[in-house]
């Protein structure tokens, strides 16, 4: 049957060149009436959504209305009860004729959709999402990316569950990138499992709510996919026992059964259709130039019939492969019947998951190749905006190094089939031996007896009963360091014989009124708060943090800040925060205004308990808003002249902008310089900048920290995962012992052990 393109011929690639046998007739019909909301809405709008940074939500709106956001959904539950090759037809037509960053959200969206659908059969909240994709409109996601391993999304170290004695889970799960990122009206999280004990294998699956979520898109300025408004994701909260999606430590199965399958045969379909989408447009335009001092179009030149025939062959050979792994499941699941997964050990696509590997890889490897040959084919036509080929070439180099990049892939599949796929090592679980070897036998005689010792001294460690400093200790979700619960201090008494109470009460919220916002910059702002009364202070130690809660529309949002203010500040609570472009918390503070009545706080909550002259040395390690807690305790020292501690900052941050109370800090290392000193360093810098550039290194922690064994000292780390890690693991390659060193945040301990090894011993939250 010819293509049509409205009421017209389609100017693209003709059928001819689709495998169309691979589909029903009813599929044959899906597709047609989806190349005609193509033409009259999705493509129109990828326009806008490419120059406006827009999420496609109209455009999944408009597929919700075909009943394609529960194209796989059983029909009992709403749906249209369709198989995998189905799914990936209408994922390459969304992105070859309508939009393709409306087609990576419907990637992902039905990864999620996969996800819930292969453990609903018993968990009415599922059920109840699934049917409502279309009626209601609702778009899902997957987080389950990681800023600490990067695009190794399976090894989820910057996350952590804890299940309550009532059966609930509380969770807190970073994602480094997610899709649809506060978009998406619901959310596939994976965290490590309840009871982790360092197998990052035993993880699990949980459901949650735009309403529950954090979300930073507004940085989201990429080369293409414009629409897809990736960002870093939070997702914090305590979630009732129907949130979890399967049973607990389900997470590897459900990952590899239909995560990895439904997300690498899908995106692979998305890079098809824009290869595809490039050779139509180009098509289009040799077929209609004419080079008029030799008569001929230049779809005439042999050379450029050349390039569509390689493109062409090229992409439909993925494509076939595409379609003929997409069979290959359905015939495995019976034409994508889930109610097989009632039985919780089948997990048929698994099979299929290295062909999987094999599809990304050439599907991103071909439309890189194609996009740029169209682009060729085009000149100089093709390098302007109004053809919409650079639109397209810029959303092809997406392909490659989405996660699991091309690098990653090709690795899997050259040593699974040298070795066999047992040599996989997801978890890094797996020894090297012949690479160990390799390398020892490089060692001189010193670094062997140092190799040896360090080795022998982890042995003895690993063969200890440790269990931390006492029973306490790990007990707590958000401060996993603490041996005991926040000491609250009681009235004070000051030498102008003023009685000055706690403001603050650890175990109730109380609102405080707002006096007073200083904006640094659009996204980040410092607020102060009046405690109750003038003359009460905090009720906190330095090195305290507190809950701020907020609540919207009956739904509560809370979070842990570390204030800035010191506790002895009289009558004032002072925080500092980075705004988020989605999370209830940072929209109700971002409009906060003086003599608003709104947030309510607590405290102490945990944290660090600082008493003067415990330490020789304080070491803080620092970035971005996360210096908050180093902030405060540099104000402690220096405010107090009987205090002979030396406090020493490294502060790494993205730009100069970005250096909280940077003004302040550099006053304080001016006029106190015995004991106070400051090392900045920038991922951006300008000629003007006299610090450091990049990120932390072992010279700078060798100029600012005390050598190890020397004098009685503390490294507290606060920050960022990646920066964390980074100077966990530069301290224990310079010999540093894990009891130096303590971490704000709730991934602190994994973190450490992450690098020390599951035996290392904790630091206390004690100084004293």
């Known amino acids: 049957m010819e293509k049509r393109w409205g009421k017209r011929e389609f100017w693209g690639v003709d059928t001819e060149y689709d495998p169309q046998w691979m589909l029903t007739e009813d599929q044959k019909e899906l597709q047609r009436n989806l190349i005609e909301l193509c033409r009259t809405t999705l493509r129109p709008n990828a326009i806008v959504y490419d120059k406006e940074y827009g999420y496609p939500r109209e455009n999944m709106d408009t597929l919700a209305s075909m009943g394609l956001l529960g194209l796989i959904v059983p029909k009992e539950l709403g749906g249209r ?99 649809s990122a506060g978009f998406a009206d619901w959310y596939v999280v994976q965290t490590a499992s309840p009871g982790f004990d360092g197998d990052f294998s035993n993880l699990s699956c949980f459901l949650a709510f735009k309403d529950e979520i954090r979300a930073h898109t507004d940085d989201w300025i990429s080369l293409g ?127 299929f998951l290295h062909w999987c590997w094999q599809l990304k890889f050439s599907a991103a490897k071909n439309v890189t190749a194609v996009s740029d040959k169209m682009l060729h084919a085009c000149g100089g036509t093709g390098y302007k905006t109004e053809l919409g080929l650079e639109r397209l070439l810029r959303d092809a180099k997406a392909s490659w190094v989405m996660g699991p990049s091309n690098e990653v892939l090709r690795q899997f599949v050259g040593s699974t089939v040298l070795l066999g796929m047992e040599v996989l090592d997801y978890w ?73 109470a706690p403001g603050l009460q650890a175990d109730a919220y109380r609102k405080l009124k707002l006096t007073g916002r200083v904006n640094l910059s659009s996204d980040q702002a410092i607020f102060r708060f009046a405690l109750p009364n003038p003359t009460d202070h905090s009720g906190c130690m330095p090195g305290h943090y507190v809950g701020v809660r907020v609540t919207v529309n009956g739904t509560k949002s809370e979070r842990s800040m570390s ?67 180093g902030i405060q305790l540099i104000r402690a020292i220096v405010k107090n002249p009987a205090d002979k501690t030396k406090v020493s900052l490294i502060y790494h941050a993205k730009t100069v902008e970005d250096l909280l109370c940077k003004d302040e800090l550099d006053r304080y290392a001016a006029k106190h310089s015995e004991k106070v000193s400051i090392l900045y360093t920038l991922n951006e810098v300008d000629d003007t900048w006299n610090g450091e550039e990049g990120n932390i290194t072992r010279a700078m922690l060798e100029t600012m920290v005390p050598p190890p064994g020397e004098k009685t000292k503390k490294i507290v780390l606060c920050g960022g995962p990646h920066t964390i890690i980074t100077a966990i693991q530069l301290l224990y390659e310079m010999g540093y012992s894990s009891k130096d060193i303590f971490v704000y945040g709730p991934f602190g301990v994994e973190q450490l052990r992450s690098i020390y090894g599951r035996k290392a011993a904790l630091s206390s939250h004690l100084i004293r």
Request: proline residues 4%; hydrophobic residues 35%; negative net charge.
């Open 81 to 179: 009860g369709e198989t995998h090759r189905c799914a990936a037809m209408v994922t390459e037509t969304i992105a070859r004729y309508g939009c393709p960053s409306t087609a990576m959200v419907y990637v992902m969206h039905t990864a999620a959709v996969a996800t819930a659908l292969l453990r609903y059969h018993e968990n009415d909240q599922l059920k109840a999402v699934l049917r409502g994709l279309d009626k209601d409109k609702q778009i899902g996601t997957l987080v389950y990316s990681d800023p600490a391993t990067g695009g190794h999304f399976w090894y989820p170290l910057s996350s952590k569950c804890f299940q309550l004695t009532d059966g609930s889970f509380r969770l807190l799960k970073y994602g480094s990138w997610a899709t």
């Open 225 to 351: 996919l414009h629409g897809n408004q990736s960002g870093p994701i939070i997702v914090e909260s305590v979630l009732n026992p129907g949130r979890l999606i399967g049973p607990i430590g389900d997470g590897r199965l459900s990952n590899d059964e239909c995560v990895d399958p439904y997300f690498l045969l899908l995106s692979s379909c998305c890079w098809n259709g824009i290869a595809m989408a490039c050779t139509d447009l180009a098509k289009k335009h040799v077929t209609q130039k004419t080079h008029a001092d030799v008569g001929m179009r230049v779809c005439d030149y042999p050379t450029i019939q050349d390039y569509f025939g390689e493109a062409v062959t090229d992409t439909n050979a993925v494509r076939c492969s595409v379609f003929c792994v997409a069979q290959g499941m359905d015939q495995v699941t019976n034409n994508n019947d889930w109610s097989m997964h009632k039985d919780l050990t089948l997990a048929p696509r698994y099979g």
């Open 428 to 500: 890094a679980q797996q020894t090297k031996d012949r690479v160990i070897q390799t390398e020892v036998r490089k060692m001189s005689t010193d670094q062997k007896r140092r190799l040896a010792e360090r080795l022998l001294k982890e042995v003895a460690l690993d063969e200890t009963e440790y269990k931390g400093q006492n029973s306490y200790q790990e007990s707590d979700f958000n401060d996993p360091f603490a041996t005991a619960p926040a000491r609250v201090v009681g009235e004070l008494k000051t030498s102008d014989g003023i009685k000055h």
């Open 563 to 629: 204030p800035i203010s010191l506790p002895t500040d009289f009558g004032v609570l002072e925080v500092a925060l980075r705004f988020e472009s989605h999370g209830i918390l940072s929209n109700v503070m971002r409009e906060l205004k003086a003599g608003d009545v709104i947030v309510e706080f607590k405290g102490p909550c945990g944290g660090l308990e600082y008493e003067v002259n415990c330490l020789d040395q304080l070491a803080l390690i620092c970035s971005g808003p996360g210096a908050t807690p």
